[in-house]
Nanobody, 127 residues
């Protein structure tokens, strides 16, 4: 069982930056691929980014590529989402998610492929 706790959300003006963190319980964090998803009101949960077990591979949705950076520190059981050049359309609840995998891979783009989820953190970008 893995518990995920996100932090770092808030209100920011367009063009600003935020860094989200997601800390996991347990001793096998390096066995998990990690994903970030977001969900805006009235919309489905959508893929933002994923990072492989060691962190050497990352994948991003086209809408955030070049603006968001996904990273992890396995010694701290934590994954980070650095969000720069934020836009009002980035406003959503952001969730981190985890799934165990034997592969150094990031091909987990659907919410259904993740087993463990955090509680979410609100990001609001004002225009």
């Amino acid at each position: 069982q893995v518990q995920l706790v996100e932090s770092g959300g808030g209100l920011v003006q367009a063009g600003g930056s935020l860094r989200l963190s997601c800390t996991a319980s347990g001793r096998t964090f390096s066995s998990y691929a990690m994903g970030w998803f977001r969900q805006a009101p009235g919309k489905e949960r959508e893929f933002v980014t994923a990072i492989s077990r060691s962190g050497i591979i990352t994948d991003y949705a086209d809408s955030v590529k070049g603006r968001f950076t996904n990273s992890r520190d396995n010694a701290k059981n934590t994954v980070y989402l650095q969000m720069n050049s934020l836009k009002p359309e980035d406003t959503a609840v952001y969730y981190c998610a985890a799934r165990i995998t034997p592969y150094e891979a990031t091909w987990f783009w659907s919410p259904r492929e993740y087993v463990y989820w955090g509680q979410g953190t609100q990001v609001t970008v004002s225009s």
